[in-house]
């Protein structure tokens, strides 16, 4: 599957459905019952730091920063629908930034060395080149610092439900491995009445990576959020898997 295939087809979903995803996964969330900066702290006191982000979406995680004083904010992303709905939301909020529609893949012109701040909160698993998009973001960041980042766990993509019949007795929700951890290739998946084309990466895919950017991984989050975990009786299937295994995973690295 072509790169340029890819991109195109994420792009034109993206640009098709911006307005279902407005306002969803966006700071202070990281994702799906997962735990929230409220909890996590990652990123500390922003104000009067410089932030990028990629992938911004509908800017609701640059207005997060902006009510949280950082000083500057820039984002891009791939869909120029996306990023309309994140200028009229700002402007409307009275808040700054400077928006660029581009390709993560690709350097548009983004200042070197310049950033306190690089996030992403469920964006770079759209990447198709990992490594030259890590090798960009650690290019934007000044020396020590810091990039967060979200994005689906690679179980999630694994491990479905089932419902087993055996003999007289039934086991509901039982876990079933759908999918090879160690299969990295692209596949298709329908959403709404679009199509999306995601790649489903191991865990060492991201850290090894980001180690050759000149990182260094200072907190990894596997977790489900509390709610989910002391979660009882009738609860939905999403749920019953976060108490199972992490459905999001989250990672804080800084810049050598």
């Given at each position: 599957?072509?790169?340029e295939?890819?991109?195109?087809?994420?792009?034109?979903?993206?640009?098709?459905?911006?307005?279902?995803?407005?306002?969803?996964?966006?700071?202070?969330?990281?994702?799906?019952?997962?735990?929230?900066?409220?909890d996590?702290?990652?990123?500390?006191?922003?104000?009067g730091?410089?932030?990028?982000?990629i992938?911004?979406?509908?800017?609701?995680?640059?207005?997060?920063?902006?009510?949280?004083?950082?000083?500057?904010?820039w984002?891009t992303?791939?869909?120029?629908?996306?990023l309309?709905?994140a200028?009229?939301?700002?402007?409307?909020?009275?808040?700054?930034?400077?928006?660029?529609?581009?390709k993560?893949?690709?350097?548009?012109g983004?200042?070197?060395?310049?950033?306190?701040?690089?996030?992403s909160?469920?964006?770079?698993?759209?990447?198709?080149?990992l490594?030259?998009?890590?090798?960009?973001?650690?290019?934007?960041?000044?020396?020590?610092?810091?990039?967060?980042?979200?994005?689906?766990?690679?179980?999630?993509?694994?491990?479905?439900?089932?419902?087993?019949?055996?003999?007289?007795?039934?086991?509901?929700?039982?876990?079933?491995?759908?999918k090879?951890?160690?299969?990295?290739?692209?596949?298709r998946?329908?959403?709404?009445?679009?199509?999306?084309?995601?790649?489903?990466?191991?865990?060492?895919?991201?850290?090894?990576?980001l180690?050759?950017?000149?990182?260094?991984?200072?907190q990894?989050?596997?977790?489900?959020?509390?709610a989910?975990?002391?979660?009882?009786?009738?609860?939905?299937?999403?749920?019953?898997?976060?108490?199972?295994?992490?459905?999001?995973?989250c990672?804080?690295a800084?810049?050598?």
């Amino acid at each position: 599957m072509r790169n340029e295939e890819i991109i195109e087809t994420n792009k034109t979903y993206w640009n098709d459905h911006a307005d279902l995803w407005f306002g969803t996964t966006a700071l202070p969330e990281y994702g799906v019952r997962f735990p929230t900066e409220d909890d996590l702290h990652l990123f500390g006191d922003v104000s009067g730091k410089s932030m990028l982000e990629i992938c911004c979406g509908s800017g609701h995680s640059l207005l997060y920063n902006a009510n949280r004083g950082a000083k500057e904010l820039w984002g891009t992303d791939l869909s120029q629908k996306q990023l309309d709905n994140a200028s009229k939301l700002l402007e409307e909020s009275g808040c700054q930034a400077k928006l660029i529609c581009a390709k993560m893949e690709d350097d548009p012109g983004i200042p070197k060395e310049y950033f306190d701040y690089v996030y992403s909160i469920y964006g770079i698993g759209w990447t198709t080149d990992l490594q030259g998009t890590f090798d960009k973001i650690a290019s934007y960041l000044k020396k020590d610092g810091i990039f967060i980042f979200s994005w689906h766990h690679t179980m999630n993509y694994c491990i479905a439900w089932s419902i087993e019949e055996r003999k007289d007795i039934f086991f509901d929700d039982k876990p079933v491995m759908m999918k090879s951890y160690y299969d990295e290739s692209h596949f298709r998946m329908p959403v709404h009445d679009g199509e999306i084309i995601l790649c489903n990466r191991k865990m060492s895919t991201y850290i090894n990576a980001l180690a050759k950017a000149g990182f260094v991984i200072e907190q990894l989050v596997e977790e489900s959020d509390k709610a989910s975990l002391e979660a009882t009786g009738d609860i939905d299937i999403k749920t019953k898997k976060a108490k199972w295994m992490p459905l999001s995973f989250c990672i804080k690295a800084r810049k050598l």
